[in-house]
């Protein structure tokens, strides 16, 4: 099983002792070429669009098969990322507060696929030292996708090697009107000061987590959807003419490269 070591990260001006996961096939050179003070991990996010023209393309009567296929490659970058010492989070986009308007067979099938994958591979993400955390509403999934994520966040909660970020029923300004709706809350109670960024910050679905790096986008999209508003303020976006289903640990490893060419000013 790969090993965990500890690692210092710089954050800009903020250094941070983390627990990288280090593959037994990972050459300390590699190690080090990958990870060193002034070059942050990253978190990395994927939309991955395209399942269903996919499916289309391959000549499939059944939409679900495009769906089915992009769960088997979401399994095998999740793990090449984990193993990745340049990868510290992944979020992944599994289903907007938008797809609700899809066909509710689609939509059960999907809320099912999600349930098998968190019930195959909750045991894996602890063995793996692998954080599970879910951004998104909770009140309209079915109770037992409700459950399941609650019960692998709460088995992986300690777990400090790598993140999987999974957004379901998730919208970006969902989010943030939630996040306001607890900072009132909040605020009334406490008669606390006036509302800042970084208080509203704090009042997002998980404001511990880094600002997103990286935004992947699969199937020639070329928009921001609603996607994680706040948090990619600054974030490098790549688009793929690629469907999901179709995107490789190659297509990855491109566009983490292209992200170490490009020059971030943040306005400056």
């Not at 941070?16 to 996961?21: G, L, N, V």
């Not at 003070?37 to 009567?61: F, M, Q, S, V, Y």
């Not at 037992?144 to 992986?156: D, M, Y």
């Not at 199937?219 to 508003?229: A, I, K, P, V």
Request: charged content about 30%; aromatic content about 8%.
């Amino acid at each position: 099983m790969d090993q965990p070591c500890c690692t210092v990260v710089r954050y800009g001006s903020e250094e941070r002792s983390i627990r990288t996961m280090v593959p037994s096939w990972t050459s300390e050179s590699t190690l080090l070429s990958a990870i060193m003070i002034d070059t942050p991990l990253l978190h990395l996010a994927i939309i991955p669009d395209g399942n269903r023209r996919w499916a289309k393309e391959h000549k499939l009567e059944a939409v679900w098969k495009g769906h089915e296929k992009a769960v088997e490659n979401f399994r095998t970058l999740t793990d090449w990322c984990r193993k990745d010492p340049r990868v510290n989070v992944l979020t992944v986009w599994c289903f907007s507060t938008e797809n609700w308007k899809r066909d509710k067979k689609e939509i059960s099938m999907l809320m099912t696929m999600l349930e098998e994958y968190l019930r195959k591979e909750g045991r894996e993400l602890k063995e793996n030292h692998t954080r599970f955390v879910h951004s998104g509403r909770r009140d309209r999934i079915p109770t037992s996708l409700r459950t399941l994520i609650e019960q692998t966040e709460e088995a992986t909660k300690d777990e400090t090697g790598f993140t999987l970020h999974l957004a379901v029923d998730y919208g970006g300004k969902d989010e943030v009107v939630r996040a306001i709706e607890k900072l009132h809350t909040q605020t009334v109670r406490a008669s606390l000061p006036a509302v800042t960024e970084e208080s509203i910050r704090q009042h997002l679905d998980h404001p511990e987590l880094p600002a997103i790096d990286i935004i992947l986008r699969s199937s020639g999209e070329q928009r921001t959807s609603n996607f994680f508003l706040w948090q990619s303020a600054y974030a490098e976006w790549i688009f793929s003419p690629k469907y999901f289903p179709d995107i490789g640990v190659d297509d990855l490893d491109a566009a983490l490269k292209e992200y170490e060419r490009r020059k971030r000013r943040f306005g400056g």
